[in-house]
């Protein structure tokens, strides 16, 4: 009876440790065990968004896409791992032994090459499949970035990188809307570790990114471009910047650097040159600052315009004497900044006063960043009232000792150009999705810096300066073109302002009256020739001429009712 008792309890406690080890299993291991099971019998593939296009505002392609592949492995399912190697290595894959390595040590999912020839890509396939290995080792259909523009629209638009994320330019700061989302795929497999789709497993499609149609004018864009590297190389400059823009809407029409970088080939050119220099860099603008003291002048009723401002041999201010290039015993207020007198400038800038000089210069955006949402956009420095002393506003008022970037002057000149109103400049356009707008620009007027009658003095101040002044090699043939010259020398840090190197600058716009086209053109650093007039106009002048031909500003040199009467004129001649 003792030993029945005995085995009886033998047989219970066995019965609960076995209990016990099968709830340890079911309980405690089985997420483990299941999750195991199921990296077996399936796998988690995903499926790449297709990348947003990119288009000027004719809806020409800024970016293209074409056909590519990436290739991946599951390793765990490479059979054959010496015939693998010798495949991808014949495709240039990747060394024999690199691709042994990467067959042999690594467990999961991994991509073996991103954006590769996609004839390259279905010829591989095919040979996978005759070896058996297109199971382990397959293709996925996506698409290569390709730039046909090059280095006329490089650092504007920026490029991607491996992983199809945007890395500079607008591909960079648009990068989540062109990007989309990625989606996934799970997939069931067989004994042999082979796909296969299933209803009963969730599928997520991807979702492609946003379409962005661009402000820019590539017909302008390629004739800046052009412009700007002719004028570069003829005065051997280090580097050059031009923004073209409509003033009345704020839409950037041309953002070019020279030199610039083909996005295609990013990696062969320095970093330096991925950045937008044109709202990246900073300088120091020189006498193209001087009218903002003549709108605060007639703004402020401060001076009038026949006004005669005495210059004489220069003006002595905290101990430092401002002199001009060719003295003179003084001009009129308009001649002061036609002939563009740094005395008179001066003299001028002193009646405006620190606080309201710098309330109008932030007015107008310097020390700002003017919200173009580019990647690295400079904000400009312009000291504050408190830390600005009169010799420094004197300076400022000749462009010396304040910096801004070659976007923000333009901003500057366009608030003359629309009448005192200083609007924001955008370079999108339009951005759509699944061929839906989701967003259209409209002209956002942020404030009124000037009265209409203050921008509209200024503007003919301007066209004088073309007329009879420093900026006459900018003048066009019947049209009345408005611009200011600018020879800023360059700070040397220890030193001072040097006498040799320097940054020329000219900014003009047209019609004066109603202007449509604004131009920007600054070169920095220039090897050969000195002044402005000599440099940055010619190239301003050459660039709008060029434009003007083009069919959409063709009415700009002669109003329609001209232009049809004197075809009236012609053809009544040839009867």
Known sequence: MGRIKFAGGVLCVLAVGVLGYAFYLQVILGPRYAERARSQHEEHIELLPKRGKIYDRNGIAVVTDEKAASIYVLPQYVEDIPAAVHILSRYKLGTPTRLERYLRTRKRFFWLRRKFDYEKACALKAELEEASLANAINIQEEAKRIYPWDE???????????EHTGLAGIEYALDSLLAGEPGFAIYQKDALGRDHPSPAYPIQEAKNGCDITLTIDLDIQAIA????????ERFAAKRGYCVVMDPQTGEILALVDYPDFAPTHYSRYARETW?????????????????VVAAICIEDSLALRNEWIPTGSGIVVQGRKITDLHGRAGYTFDDVFVKSSNIGAAKLALRCGVRRFYEVSR??????????????????KIDRPRQMS?????????????????????TIYATFASGGVYNAPHIVKRIESDG???????????????????????????QKVVDEGTGKAARIEDIQVCGKTGTAQKPVAGVGYSSSVSVVSFVGFLPRDDARILIVVVIDEPGLGRFAGEIAAPAFQRIMERILRLPVYRDIRMPPEEETEKLAQIQEREE
């Not at 471009?225 to 570069?232: D, M, W």
């Open 363 to 380: 007015l107008l955006g310097v020390g700002v960043p003017t919200g173009i949402k580019l990647p690295g956009e400079a904000s400009g």
């Open 436 to 462: 839906r707008v989701i967003f259209k620009a409209k002209t956002k007027e942020l404030r009124r810096v000037f009265s209409e009658q203050t921008a509209a003095d200024v503007c003919e101040i301007l």
């Open 390 to 410: 009169e010799l420094r506003l004197t300076n400022n008022a000749f462009g010396q000792g304040l910096s801004l970037t070659t976007l923000q002057l333009a």
């Open 275 to 291: 950045k937008v220099g044109a709202v990246a860099d900073e300088f120091e603008p020189g006498s193209v600052y001087k009218p």
């Open 225 to 232: 471009y052009e412009e700007l590297k002719a004028a570069c």
């Open 152 to 162: 006329v629209t490089g650092s504007m638009v920026g490029f991607v990188g491996t």
